[in-house]
């Protein structure tokens, strides 16, 4: 290939504009999925890789597959609406899944889910 067509190749791709595709995603939780914990604990701190729409998420926890009642006073967030704070109510389980979706303040959607154990 002559010098030319590689610059005629590079112009064409190379200078397109590439979509951005940056959905909210979790960065890392605490606990941490797949723990094992001594106490259940008391609350959880879920951080994204986005500023989070406020009125837009939905976090459902199961302490032993039974659904832990969650009011608007038990979530908090950081300043930058990338970390959320979940205060749980007192617990003694031993299995916890943790289920979010989320809407970055972007547009962008995101959603998933991990678990932790405990084990006295």
Known sequence: MQLWQRWFWFLLFGCLPVAASAHAHLLDSEPPANAVLAQSPSQLRLRFS???????????????????????????????????????????????????????????????????????
């Open 50 to 120: 986005e500023p989070i729409e406020k009125k837009f998420i939905r976090i459902e926890v199961k302490a032993d597959a039974q659904s832990l009642p969650l009011t608007p006073q038990s979530i908090q967030w950081d300043d930058s609406t990338k970390t959320l704070l979940v205060n749980l109510p007192v617990q003694q389980a031993s299995n916890y899944q943790v289920h979010w979706s989320v809407l970055a303040k972007d547009g962008h959607a995101g959603k998933g889910h991990f678990s932790f154990k405990v084990k006295p």
